[in-house]
């Protein structure tokens, strides 16, 4: 989903995941790029960061490909979500990520959030309605403000601005590998694929780029 247009969708066949690799490899310029200058990254580890927003419905399409790829990554890869934050009110759902995240509750109430956004259609672009979905959902709603509007969280979302300027972001979901690659559902895959199918082949040029950098290569 790109800055200019959030309201696109896709739609075709999937295909198997795996199925770039088998048709020679992905081709640079094509279905990933090379950074023009690499960026830093966890010490001793190949880095995978995902580039999100829980309002992209492409990025809750991508969510449970992407969440079964990560239960079987090898212990030298490092994976972490890094929300977006385009414009004002994906901003506050940057700060509502971040708030969550120093709370220890992200990953517990993503698939909630997620179902907020696209199945229930709420109207989540003020901060009263986002602390009413979180008490709903069972977060102490003092303790949530705090974190929400506190110093570390507005750093944090900071700190991810400048990553996703580092990696040239203009559309989520994508994934940045090892400071050094970028790709993305919407770039490896190809035309007329399923959103499935699509992001399978994301996982798929990843896993090319990891046993790149893993190599050096």
């Not at 759902?93 to 997620?114: D, K, N, T, V, W």
Request: charged content about 20%; proline content about 5%.
């Amino acid at each position: 989903m790109k800055r200019r247009d959030f309201s696109v969708g896709l739609a075709g066949f999937s295909v198997l995941p795996g199925l770039v690799l088998a048709q020679g490899g992905p081709i640079e310029g094509r279905q990933y790029q090379s950074l023009s200058q690499r960026l830093p990254v966890v010490p001793g580890k190949i880095e995978v960061v995902e580039f999100f927003w829980y309002g992209c419905p492409h990025c809750y399409t991508f969510e449970p490909v992407l969440e079964a790829w990560v239960k079987q990554l090898p212990p030298d890869v490092a994976f972490r979500r890094v929300h977006v934050g385009f414009r004002a009110n994906i901003k506050l759902h940057q700060r509502l990520f971040y708030a969550l995240e120093a709370m220890g509750r992200e990953s517990e109430l993503r698939p909630a959030i997620f179902n907020a956004f696209h199945r229930e259609r709420l109207d989540l672009d003020d901060e009263k309605a986002i602390v009413a979905l979180m008490s709903r959902l069972g977060v102490d709603a003092a303790k949530f403000k705090d974190a929400f509007n506190s110093f570390g969280v507005q750093s944090k979302s900071m700190q991810a601005g400048k990553l996703s300027e580092g990696y040239r972001i203009d559309g989520v979901p994508a994934l940045g590998i090892a400071g050094r690659f970028l790709t993305a559902p919407s770039q490896a895959g190809t035309q007329g694929q399923s959103e499935v199918g699509q992001g399978q082949q994301a996982l798929a040029v990843a896993d090319f780029l990891i046993k790149r950098a893993r190599n050096n290569s």
